[in-house]
């Protein structure tokens, strides 16, 4: 049973920091490995999606990469902002699953001025 | 290009009433995903299905809940005899197919009182 963790459950940091959100998964065997964001009260928004045979996407000041046979990806937040403020959620889907996401728990960050 | 609609936002049931979400993919769209996220907890899916299929339904509750995905329509996800239990945000999501980026809904809030 494929198992998602994200590592910290939370993290403040001041505007301006590069930061890292980690998240590790249990069964190597995924599909592809999406990054979200939700804000309270909302639904997600899509970051990132890296193919299994991907290493790294990247989108303005988001790179997120992707080691599929240690089970670890990280997104990579540069010069951050009051903006970014939200909870990051990683989340899996397994070959032959059917494009069923197993999410990690999130990561809640907090951007101050 | 309207995203993925899902209502109503909010939704308040007594016990052992009846809640219907609605969940209208984004345009050209053949693919729903259910999810259930309950307080503090991460998202957990629930039903995945296309136009008149269900595809997978192995995070569906047994009894109670059900789902559907008519030829013409939103998608429904039906609980008969709601319990405090199923308080929960339910969000929709959808795809053009399988394995592609899954995009979200803003969410349905139930709170069963």
């Known amino acids: 049973k494929q198992e998602v963790t994200q590592i910290p459950a939370a993290l403040s940091v001041p505007e301006g920091e590069n930061l890292v959100l980690n998240c590790s998964f249990t069964?190597?065997?995924?599909?592809?490995l999406q990054w979200f964001r939700q804000d309270p009260g909302k639904g997600l928004t899509s970051l990132l999606l890296?193919?299994?045979?991907?290493r790294e996407q990247t989108s303005g000041r988001l790179n997120a990469s992707l080691d599929k046979s240690s089970g670890r990806s990280t997104l990579y937040i540069a010069a951050s902002q009051p903006g970014d403020s939200a909870t990051y959620l990683c989340?899996?889907?397994?070959?032959?699953?059917?494009?069923?996401?197993?999410f990690g728990t999130g990561t809640r960050l907090q951007v101050t001025l | 290009n309207a995203g993925v609609m899902q209502n109503p936002r909010h939704l308040v049931r007594r016990r052992g009433q009846e809640a219907r979400l609605r969940c209208s993919p984004m345009?050209?769209?053949?693919?729903v995903y259910w999810y259930r996220q309950l307080p503090e907890e991460g998202l957990k899916f629930m039903v995945y299905?296309?136009?008149?299929?269900?595809?997978?339904e192995s995070g569906m509750p047994k009894e109670r809940f059900s789902a559907e995905f008519p030829k013409e329509g939103p998608s429904i996800l039906r609980i008969q005899q709601v319990v405090r239990g199923d308080s929960a945000a339910y969000f929709c999501?959808?795809?053009?197919?399988?394995?592609?980026?899954?995009?979200f809904g803003s969410g349905t809030q139930l709170s069963v009182l």
């Open positions: 999501a959808s795809s053009p197919g399988q394995g592609e980026k899954l995009f």
């Open positions: 069964d190597s065997a995924i599909y592809n």
């Open positions: 890296i193919q299994s045979s991907q």
């Open positions: 989340a899996v889907i397994n070959t032959g699953t059917a494009s069923k996401l197993t």
């Open positions: 345009k050209g769209h053949s693919h």
């Open positions: 299905l296309q136009k008149e299929n269900i595809i997978d």
